[in-house]
C-alpha cells in the first residue's frame, strides 16, 4: 500500500507492507466559503456580540493588530486589507496602525517571512513589529491572575486604543484549540508570563489538551489574561485541507472564539469506531515541521485515537533543527520520559521545558517511534534510539511484531485532523 503525508513542502510517499489492517484518516472540514470577500466585508460589518468594527475604531488614533508568526499558516494576506481599510474609514491613519508579529518564545520573523505572513504590499506601508519575550522592560505590567499567574504583555500592542487579533482555530495540545486568546498571551507575554502558564501547574491537567476547552484551566487562564490586556475585537478563520477559509468569525473576542470553536468541532471531528495498535502520523509538513519543537505536536494529536501501550510513529523533516537554545539543550540532556518529569517538580520552570513535557507525558503510555531527518543523534539524546534514518526504516520498526490484522491508523496532516474514537 503507497500512502502520502504531509511533510515539509513536497511531502513525503512510501510503501506499506501487507499485513495490518490500515484506515486512513484524512483531515475533514467545510467546504471553503464561496466567496470569501463577501464573507468577509459581512464579518467585519455585523459581527457577532459586538458594534462593526468602524464603529469601534471611530474616535481612537491608534489601533494594534496581533498576528501568528511564520509557524502557523493563517490567510493574514486575505483577512488584513478588509480589516485595515475600516479602521482608515474610521479615522486611524496608516501610522497609526501597528501589526505585531506574536511570537511567543520563538524566534523572531525575518524580513522575507514578514513579506510572507501579511503580504509585500502591507509590508512596505505599515509598521511590522516582533515581539520578543526575552525584554521584560519592552512589557506593561497588568498585575495577576486569579490563579497568580503574573501578566506582562507588549507594551506597543497596549499603548493602542484599539487592540485586535487575527489568527485561525485549529486544535491545540494544551488549550484544546488555537487563535484569539492566543494571539496574546503568550503571543505577545514576556516569559515571565510564558513560564507560568506553561508551568507543571497547568501541563498535567488532563483537560489542558487538544479539543477540550469547556473544564480546560489554561483556556480559563488565558480568556483573563486577554480581558487585562483590554482584548476588543477577535478575526478568527477556519481552513480546510488545502488551506483554504470555510468559515469566518469576529467580534467580541469570547464569543467569535467560542463560535468559531464550535463551527470546527461540528465541521471537522473525524469519528473512529476504536483505537488503533498504531498510529502513523505527520507534523503537517511546512510551515509546522520546521523544527521538533513544533513537531512535537502531531505526537500528542496521535495519543487521542491510540491504545494504552499502542506506537506512535512521527514524520517530521525538521529542517530548521531542533527549535530554541533552551529547547536543544533540555533535549540533549534528555535521559527518561520518568526522571525528565520527576526533575520539573518544585524547580523554577525553564524556557520551552513545556513541549517536552508533553512529549515525556505521552512517552509514559506509548511507544514512540521518530523520523526526523534535520536532525542528528547527538542532539536527540536518548532519544535517538527510537529515531530512524530513513522513513522506511522508521515504518519497518513501528510495525515490527504486529499480528496480522492489527490496527494502524494512517494520519498524512498530523495536528491538522482533529479526530476522536465513538
Known sequence: MQTYF?????GLTFDLPD???????????????????????????????????RELATGKRTAAISVCDITRPAPNRVTLPPLLRRLHEAGIP???????????????ATPAEIDTIVGPEIASAYRIVNHDA???????????TRRGTPVFIDERF?????????GFIEQHLMLGFSGGRKLIAPGLAAQETIKVIHSPKFMREPMATEGSIAENPLHEELLEIAR?????????VTLTQSREISGIFAGDPVKGHAAGVEFLRTTS??????LADVVITSAAGHPLDLTFYQTIKGITAAQHIVKPGGRILILGECSEGIGSPEFAR????????????AGLMGVPVEVDQWQLEKLALVGLKQELFFYAPGISSAELGSLASLAYATAEEAVSAVLQGLPSGARVALVPEGPYVYARVE
Open 158 to 166: 497596549m499603548a493602542a486604543d484599539l487592540h485586535i487579533t487575527l
Open 228 to 236: 487585562m490586556a483590554r482584548h476588543d475585537f477577535v478575526l478568527d
Open 6 to 10: 504531509a511533510f515539509g513542502k513536497h
Open 330 to 341: 533540555k533535549l540533549r540532556e534528555f535521559t527518561s520520559y520518568e526522571s525528565f518529569l
Open 19 to 53: 499485513g495490518p489492517a490500515y484506515e486512513v484518516i484524512e483531515s475533514r472540514s467545510a467546504s471553503p466559503l464561496a466567496n470569501v470577500s463577501a464573507a468577509l466585508e459581512a464579518a467585519l460589518d455585523a459581527p457577532i456580540g459586538c458594534r462593526p468594527l
Open 94 to 108: 496608516i501610522e497609526g496602525v501597528t501589526i505585531l508579529i506574536a511570537t511567543g518564545l520563538h524566534r523572531e
Open 134 to 144: 526575552r525584554v521584560l522592560t519592552a512589557h506593561r505590567s497588568l498585575g495577576a
Open 269 to 274: 471531528l473525524e469519528r473512529l469506531t476504536g
